[in-house]
């Protein structure tokens, strides 16, 4: 019976670690970053601050920490989650190959002023941080060709999922980030 009962309580201990992001959580994913990076260090510009990977819902949002997604995983199963840094300041100019959705989780403590003319989504999401909680998605539909679109914050900046809206051959991308100060004509919002 004591054999049964440590079981459950290692269970429900280890629910509770996984679902909050308790330890040794955070330090797996730490240690995953330490021995699986590059150790050429390149120059710190924006588009290297950035990081493009397919979203399986278990992925960590933001490329500097280890929240995930605690509610809404099932709507970004096929998107494109650009990992930002959590609290970055700047822009992010994106080349526009194909058509394509944005997805941005927003919370309340940011400035959100730039969302204005962006559509809500319904569906349920959940990022719990030390800061802030997103539980908002905005949306906006864009073409082919250069927007820039802000980071977000001040207290934090916002997610971008991103899901192509024609069928994409493998292979080929529906984007591409670029530097900030790159030559090509812009388009914006």
Not at 59 to 69: A, G, H, L, V
Request: hydrophobic share 35%.
């Amino acid at each position: 019976m004591k054999t049964f009962f440590a079981l459950i309580c290692g269970f429900v201990l280890g629910m509770l670690c996984w679902k909050q992001n308790f330890f040794p959580r955070p330090q797996i994913h730490y240690f995953k970053r330490i021995l699986f990076q590059n150790n050429e260090q390149p120059a710190s510009t924006t588009k290297n601050l950035l990081c493009v990977v397919d979203y399986d819902g278990s992925e960590p949002i933001f490329s500097d920490r280890n929240y995930t997604c605690s509610v809404g995983n099932e709507y970004f199963k096929e998107t494109k989650l650009i990992k930002v840094p959590k609290h970055a300041v700047g822009e992010i100019w994106i080349n526009i190959l194909q058509p394509l959705r944005i997805y941005r989780p927003i919370t309340l403590v940011n400035d959100n002023s730039y969302y204005a003319n962006w559509k809500k989504a319904y569906f349920p999401i959940k990022i719990t941080s030390n800061t802030c909680t997103y539980e908002h998605i905005v949306y906006k539909d864009f073409e082919p060709g250069i927007t820039i679109l802000p980071f977000g914050g001040p207290v934090s900046t916002d997610p971008l999922f991103i899901k192509s809206l024609n069928d994409i051959p493998l292979g080929l991308k529906a984007f591409e980030l670029l530097e900030p100060d790159s030559d090509s004509q812009k388009t914006t919002e």
